[in-house]
């Protein structure tokens, strides 16, 4: 036994400082012109088990996937078992504005989830994903000849790097086999570095460099429960609810800009701001799920989740707002999601593929931010698939997501992307009594 907790509390470490030394190291979690506004691309939370369909889990209760959507979730579980699930992901994107075009792929760790049970049918769960991400780098030139003539080329360059990670502990426990709440403490905190540079073709003018580097973090919960009705047989129903409270940010944000000749540079400005108390606020979210369940071999699930960031503060705050001539401005996120699962035969003796679980899900997306009055929506399809290992409830989860953001109208960027995702599950009996002496 304690030679078990040592190994994953090891591994757990390892994993987290890898997470945090990410966010460190300038590398993109994640990559989109549209993460230049706010805290960036808010992540699609969640499991590779949920990433596959659809992003559902509000009203999910399976007992072989930890499932950390709804913290009511934790109590569907083998009651003797320790549960373990981390992942990574593998984005590839491609843009287009009008003839312009390009592409980039990204690598990362997107969680790391312990669970296990307290007392009975009361469990409790901790663990670390992204909560957002920042990564573009684009550049333009000066045009006006009426400049040009006068101080040659000028380039433009502008990129960002960053992310805002979430630890969230949690707990639940079910009522009458039928009814189960649970409720999530969760911590925020990031950096994100956002740079815009001015060069100059003739070396008599002085290139500026400017940019803001914010570091957040804040405290939030989330509250959230599941009523399971059996139909008849097999077949049962749950409904399920999630409710994150909005959450004012704290931290301080260092403001730069430096005009570089040669090997001299010179200060033009520089302070640094603590953000002012409310002056930044994350979104509250309501989210409501429906799924139907036939034991072991099926199920099927449908989301909906609602986020007001329409008093986040961003569109005036110092180095959240947007750079340029685009406009953002925060608003109401909605989101549509549904999936199913199916196992041909979980206990299938002869043939390994009728013991996997396949999974589809498909979601519809509607960011927290506008885009010069432009709502920028996301639609996709998402395939998966868990490779059983012959022992427990092990197994190795693959998954696609196929998908597109914003169109190429209205000046807009489009963005089609298919990002891979892959998660291991470690599941383990750890509690069971010695039955001889």
């Known amino acids: 036994m304690i030679r078990k907790?040592?190994?994953?509390f090891l591994l757990s470490v390892f994993l987290i400082i890898s997470v945090v030394a990410s966010a460190q190291d300038g590398t993109y979690g994640a990559y989109s012109p549209y993460s230049i506004y706010g805290i960036g691309d808010i992540s699609k939370e969640g499991t590779a088990y949920n990433?596959?369909?659809?992003?559902?889990?509000?009203?999910?209760?399976n007992r072989r996937f930890i499932n950390y959507l709804n913290p009511a979730a934790v109590t569907a579980r083998d009651s003797l078992s320790f549960m373990a699930d981390f992942g990574l992901q593998q984005s590839n994107n491609i843009y287009r504005q009008g003839d312009i075009?390009?592409?980039h792929n990204t690598f990362n760790i997107y969680d790391f989830v312990m669970s296990f049970p307290i007392y009975r049918s009361s469990a409790f769960m901790v663990g670390i994903t992204p909560?957002?991400?920042?990564?573009?780098?684009?550049?333009?030139?000066?045009k006006d000849p009426a400049i040009i003539g006068n101080t040659g080329n000028i380039t433009y360059d502008s990129y960002g790097t960053g992310s805002v990670y979430q630890i969230f502990v949690g707990a639940g426990a079910t009522f009458w086999k039928r009814l189960s709440v649970g409720a999530e403490l969760i911590y925020y905190f990031g950096n994100i570095d956002k740079v815009t540079n001015m060069?100059?073709?003739?070396?008599s003018y002085r290139s500026i460099n400017s940019g803001t580097d914010i570091t957040v973090n804040g405290t939030t919960g989330k509250f959230g429960l599941q009523y399971e009705q059996n139909l008849g047989g097999d077949?049962?129903?749950v409904i399920g609810a999630t409710y994150r409270?909005?959450?004012?940010?704290?931290?301080?944000?260092t403001n730069y800009k430096y005009a570089n000749q040669s090997s001299v540079s010179d200060t033009l400005s520089y302070s640094v701001d603590t953000l002012a108390a409310g002056g930044v606020r994350f979104g509250d979210e309501l989210g409501v799920g429906i799924s139907i369940r036939g034991g072991e071999k099926w199920s099927a699930e449908f989301d909906y989740i609602r986020s007001d960031w329409r008093n986040s503060g961003m569109d005036s705050q110092k180095g959240f707002s947007?750079?340029?001539?685009?406009?953002?401005?925060?608003t109401v996120s909605h989101s549509f999601r549904a999936g199913f699962e199916i196992t041909p035969n979980r206990n299938d003796i002869r043939y390994y593929m009728r013991r996997c679980s396949y999974r589809a899900g498909v979601y519809y997306d509607k960011a927290y931010y506008k885009l010069d009055g432009n709502n920028v929506n996301s639609l996709g399809l998402t395939l998966g698939i868990t490779l059983p290992i012959p022992r427990l409830h092990n197994g190795i989860s693959l998954g696609v997501d196929l998908g597109q953001r914003a169109s190429a109208k209205n000046n807009m960027i489009r963005e089609r992307y298919a990002m891979f995702v892959i998660g291991f599950n470690i599941h383990d009996i750890w509690f069971r009594k010695n039955q001889y002496q």
Do not use: C, L, P, Q
């Not at 909560?131 to 000066?142: N, Q, R």
């Not at 947007?322 to 925060?330: L, N, R």
């Open 5 to 8: 907790i040592e190994k994953i």
């Open 51 to 61: 990433k596959s369909m659809g992003g559902v889990g509000i009203a999910a209760r």
């Open 101 to 103: 075009r390009s592409a």
């Open 131 to 142: 909560f957002s991400d920042v990564g573009y780098d684009f550049s333009s030139i000066e």
């Open 199 to 203: 060069d100059y073709s003739n070396s």
């Open 235 to 237: 077949v049962s129903m």
């Open 245 to 253: 409270m909005s959450t004012k940010m704290k931290g301080y944000s």
């Open 322 to 330: 947007s750079i340029g001539e685009s406009v953002f401005s925060s």
